[in-house]
């Protein structure tokens, strides 16, 4: 995890999410406190990017803790991403503050709507496409779904779900903001993660 974390962030990745559907709250920490001292490790060592990193490296990237804002405030993070059947972005907002980030995931125009009226820093739309990462997805809502959400609220739009190097350009130009991806950014990291800088830059 942490080898491939480096990856993405040599690459120039500026947003990580750390989840983990199955662990015990204390590994879950554990792992999460070691990708942020990756993280923060390196921009102490470095003080400016080394020059064969990215202009990007380490000291912009945001690290994000899924569904768990009391482990986002132990980690240190710098945000909590919640789904429709955690904390409401309310209660998680009362846990991390005004000055962490808080995300949240939709999957339908009625959630967007909803979503929009919140103090989310941002919504996530998805899935776009059909995903194997996640267990008991909802229906795909595909490019028109992003379409819809960008209707719907002007906050930052995080397209999430099947998203590949093949489509994140059509997923951009329906109005996401940015892609949140797993599967096409695991099997080579680092070249992946440039691949889809470069073809969104
Ligand atoms: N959330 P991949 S889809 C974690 O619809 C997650 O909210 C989704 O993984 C949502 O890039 C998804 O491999 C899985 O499809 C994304």
């Known amino acids: 995890m942490l080898a491939t974390a480096e990856e993405w962030v040599k690459a120039g990745v500026t947003l990580l999410q750390y989840r983990n559907k199955v662990a015990d709250a204390g590994v879950m920490l554990e792992q999460a406190r070691a990708v942020r001292s990756l ?3 390196q921009q102490s ?3 400016a990017p080394a020059p064969d990193q990215h202009p990007a490296s380490y000291s912009d990237v945001k690290l994000i803790m899924n569904d768990r804002a009391d ?3 132990a980690a240190e ?7 429709q059947d955690d904390l409401s972005p309310e ?3 009362r846990v991390v503050g005004v000055s962490r980030w808080l995300g949240l995931s939709t999957h339908n125009p009625e959630q967007v709507s909803v979503a929009d009226q919140t103090s989310a820093n941002y919504v996530a739309i998805g899935p776009v496409f059909a995903t194997g990462s996640k267990a008991n997805p909802d229906p795909v809502v595909g490019l ?3 379409r819809r959400a960008r209707e719907l609220t002007r906050k930052p739009l995080v397209a999430i779900g099947g998203i590949t190097r093949q489509n994140c350009q059509a997923v951009i130009e329906a109005g996401a903001d940015s892609v949140a ?3 096409d950014l695991i099997r080579e990291p680092g070249k992946s ?3 889809f800088l470069r073809i969104l830059g």
């Open 39 to 41: 993280i923060v490790g």
């Open 45 to 47: 060592r470095t003080g």
């Open 71 to 73: 482990l986002c405030l």
């Open 77 to 83: 993070y710098d945000g909590v991403h919640v789904g």
């Open 91 to 93: 209660s998680a907002r």
């Open 144 to 146: 028109e779904g992003i």
């Open 181 to 183: 991806v797993i599967s």
């Open 193 to 195: 993660a440039e691949e």
